[in-house]
């Protein structure tokens, strides 16, 4: 897994996401032979300062959001080959917004907060016949969040994993703490 700041200088708010890799479990039984999804979905929330800035078509899991892409499975469960990883990300600069829905330039204002989440569904088929076609059935899921506190603290959540980042560019992958951009946990 790794964590990501697109570029964004401390001071902004913003620029956080996850890169992880997902595997199908449990890992006594091989699933090689089924291509998996992420099902596009519209089932969410938005609170908060999410809905003030962010289009109402951000508010869903789609293929703009990498929704309804297949992926085989592979011997070792894990989903796509290993050049394949997830994105979880806000990966844009988040413009101060007051908790009267006021945009200012003052980053030293009060944010308004928010969270946006969604619930993101796994569909499978067997391998070879998936492209351009409905699940044949679908498995438990994860929600994945994207939230911002009162003092422009961002965060993303996905799959039991978590990366934040504070205006003043203090990071975390996991709850521990990221210096100088380095990545504690990369992905094999």
Partial sequence: MDLCTYGLPAGKAGGIGLLQAFYVKPF?????????????SND????????????????SHTSSAGAGEW???TVHNRMGDTRFRDEAAISFEMLPITPDGTL???YSFSWMAGEMTWDVPFGWNVKGTA????PFDTFEGTIQEFYIDATGFTGVRKFYNQATRSIDDVRHLNWKRIFNNEVRNPLR
Avoid at 44 to 59: E, H, K, M
Avoid at 131 to 134: E, L, P, R, V
């Fill in 28 to 40: 006594t039984v091989s699933f090689s032979q089924i291509a998996v999804e992420e099902v596009p």
């Fill in 44 to 59: 969410g929330s938005v609170v908060g300062y999410f809905r003030y800035a962010l289009s109402s078509n951000l508010w």
């Fill in 71 to 73: 992926h085989d499975v």
């Fill in 104 to 106: 200012t330039n003052d």
């Fill in 131 to 134: 492209n351009g076609t409905a």
